[in-house]
């Protein structure tokens, strides 16, 4: 009896790690199960080529890397550690990805409205008085930085973290707290103007007066607004140096 062999089809080839790329691998299992923490050391260069057998050029290579995504800092003299792992280390990567291709900003504000919008409608149904006495306060306090840039974006950061933190969800927090900073990779590049940040803070008030009145569809539907209005106004805007 003739055995008939099936024919299988490889579309994807194995792919080749080079050992630099083996040797971050191990660091980053490590970080993911809590073996390394934040602010932890590395071992010297020699002694973690030893423990894991491998070349000293190919740890030196794997640091790099892992330095590049933000995730360890080489301090001159003093070694190799884990950096805080937050957001404004770990988003390096990605804001240089953007900045080399404006067509994402379109797909970065419709993933900022669809979480916003989620967020503002948990908000107004968790949050507690002090917290909404909290965001009013915030909400006061940013008026007064209309003619200051810099300021605002400070205010602004407040005012939506009040919110990411009044959702009930720490996940939420941490995207919104993300996508947030990309956008303002672009929005730092545009010439704010005063109207600007205006209508912002007007967005802010309905946003605001939504949640105080626990309606979480106009919570939820003042919150995508003002991600429009945010995205229009930053494509609108001459780029410092260049165009939009």
């Given at each position: 009896?003739?055995?008939?062999m099936?024919?299988l089809?490889f579309?994807?080839?194995?792919?080749?790690?080079s050992?630099?790329e083996?040797?971050?691998?191990r660091?980053?299992?490590m970080?993911?199960?809590?073996?390394?923490?934040?602010?932890?050391?590395?071992?010297?260069?020699r002694?973690?080529?030893?423990?894991?057998?491998?070349?000293r050029p190919s740890?030196?290579?794997?640091?790099?890397?892992?330095?590049?995504?933000?995730?360890?800092?080489?301090?001159?003299?003093?070694g190799?550690?884990?950096?805080?792992?937050?957001?404004?280390?770990?988003?390096?990567?990605i804001?240089f990805?953007?900045?080399?291709?404006?067509?994402n900003?379109p797909?970065?504000?419709?993933?900022r409205?669809?979480?916003?919008g989620d967020?503002a409608r948990?908000?107004?149904?968790?949050?507690?008085?002090i917290?909404?006495?909290?965001?009013?306060?915030?909400l006061?306090?940013?008026e007064a930085?209309?003619?200051d840039?810099?300021?605002?974006?400070?205010?602004?950061?407040?005012f939506?973290?009040?919110?990411?933190?009044g959702?009930?969800?720490?996940f939420?927090?941490?995207?919104?707290?993300?996508?947030?900073?990309?956008?303002?990779?672009f929005?730092?590049?545009a010439?704010e103007?005063?109207?600007?940040l205006?209508?912002?803070l007007?967005?802010?008030?309905?946003l605001f007066?939504?949640?105080?009145?626990?309606?979480?569809?106009?919570?939820?539907l003042?919150?995508?607004?003002h991600?429009?209005?945010v995205?229009s106004?930053?494509?609108?805007?001459?780029i410092?140096?260049g165009?939009?």
């Amino acid at each position: 009896m003739t055995t008939k062999m099936t024919k299988l089809n490889f579309d994807i080839p194995i792919k080749r790690e080079s050992v630099a790329e083996m040797v971050a691998r191990r660091i980053l299992d490590m970080v993911t199960s809590k073996s390394l923490k934040p602010g932890d050391q590395l071992p010297p260069e020699r002694e973690l080529a030893e423990q894991l057998n491998v070349s000293r050029p190919s740890v030196r290579e794997a640091i790099r890397g892992l330095s590049i995504l933000g995730v360890v800092q080489s301090r001159q003299g003093g070694g190799a550690y884990i950096t805080k792992l937050d957001g404004d280390a770990l988003l390096g990567p990605i804001r240089f990805f953007l900045s080399l291709d404006n067509m994402n900003i379109p797909d970065l504000y419709d993933a900022r409205s669809l979480v916003e919008g989620d967020v503002a409608r948990r908000a107004a149904i968790n949050m507690d008085d002090i917290q909404i006495a909290t965001l009013e306060k915030i909400l006061i306090q940013q008026e007064a930085t209309l003619e200051d840039a810099s300021e605002f974006r400070l205010s602004d950061f407040k005012f939506h973290e009040a919110i990411w933190i009044g959702s009930g969800n720490s996940f939420l927090k941490r995207i919104g707290e993300s996508l947030n900073a990309l956008g303002l990779e672009f929005r730092r590049r545009a010439s704010e103007k005063p109207e600007v940040l205006a209508q912002s803070l007007r967005d802010h008030r309905v946003l605001f007066n939504a949640l105080k009145a626990r309606d979480p569809a106009a919570a939820a539907l003042a919150a995508e607004k003002h991600m429009q209005n945010v995205y229009s106004s930053t494509m609108n805007q001459p780029i410092k140096g260049g165009t939009p």
